[in-house]
């Protein structure tokens, strides 16, 4: 199973709305991530967990809460956002480490969240 | 400090025909290179990675990428492309602590 499974596929809230995205694999990685990507853009790094611990933050707003409940699920909780934050929003995982094996994401098709 | 470049924003290819898409970079040590590819409305797919040994190297669909440590360069090709290929393609180096650092991507159309 080398799939990674993010829920759900398309968002639509609005600025005072809570809401949670998903992620999932089963392919025993410890390391799992979130990207934002805007249209025509890379994806740029949010959060890294590593062994189910927050290791990167790169500087993201609270409105953004991410939560590792185990080795196999990630989540993103969503607060208060803006319409700027419309965006994919992409969960990847790979194995842990320095080693290159670590640079090799297995990336989910991503949620696409629009804020009214 | 890390970078990737890729000069290329936007090619357009007939299909059948070859492709080179450009990636330079800037890393302080032995790079890690990866090209993933984006079809429109998915995440990104892991094409072919370099960590060490033979500098070139194969991946999925057909594609190869050449390690050129002198032009600090990872180009990716393919002999003939067909029009499934049409994506967004993104250089990366890495990992330092598990933060890869992508380029801007190439957006390739292939025309009929």
């Known amino acids: 199973d080398t799939e990674v499974t993010q829920t759900p596929k398309h968002l639509v809230m609005g600025m005072t709305n809570k809401k949670s995205l998903k992620c999932e694999q089963h392919?025993?990685?410890?390391?799992m991530y979130w990207y934002k990507q805007k249209a025509k853009k890379p994806p740029e790094l949010m959060f890294v967990y590593s062994y189910e611990k927050l290791s990167i933050n790169e500087s993201v707003p609270s409105r953004f809460s991410p939560e590792c409940p185990n080795s196999s699920l990630l989540n993103l909780h969503l607060h208060a956002l803006q319409p700027e934050d419309s965006a994919l929003y992409l969960c990847?995982?790979?194995?842990?480490?320095?080693?290159?094996?670590?640079?090799?994401?297995?990336f989910g098709e991503g949620s696409r969240l629009t804020v009214l | 400090a890390q970078s990737v470049t890729q000069p290329d924003i936007h090619i357009t290819v007939s299909e059948g025909a070859s492709l080179e898409l450009r990636c330079n970079y800037s890393y302080g040590a032995t790079p890690y290179l990866f090209w993933y590819v984006q079809s429109p409305g998915q995440g990104l797919q892991l094409l072919l990675k370099y960590f060490s040994g033979d500098t070139l190297v194969q991946g999925i669909k057909g594609f190869e990428a050449e390690f050129k440590r002198s032009q600090s360069s990872f180009n990716l090709r393919k002999p003939s492309v067909h029009w499934s290929d049409a994506a967004e393609y993104f250089c990366a180096v890495g990992p330092p602590r598990n933060k890869l650092i992508f380029g801007a991507g190439t957006r390739l159309a292939v025309h009929p």
């Open positions: 990847a995982s790979s194995q842990v480490g320095q080693t290159g094996k670590a640079g090799e994401l297995f």
């Open positions: 392919m025993g990685h410890r390391a």
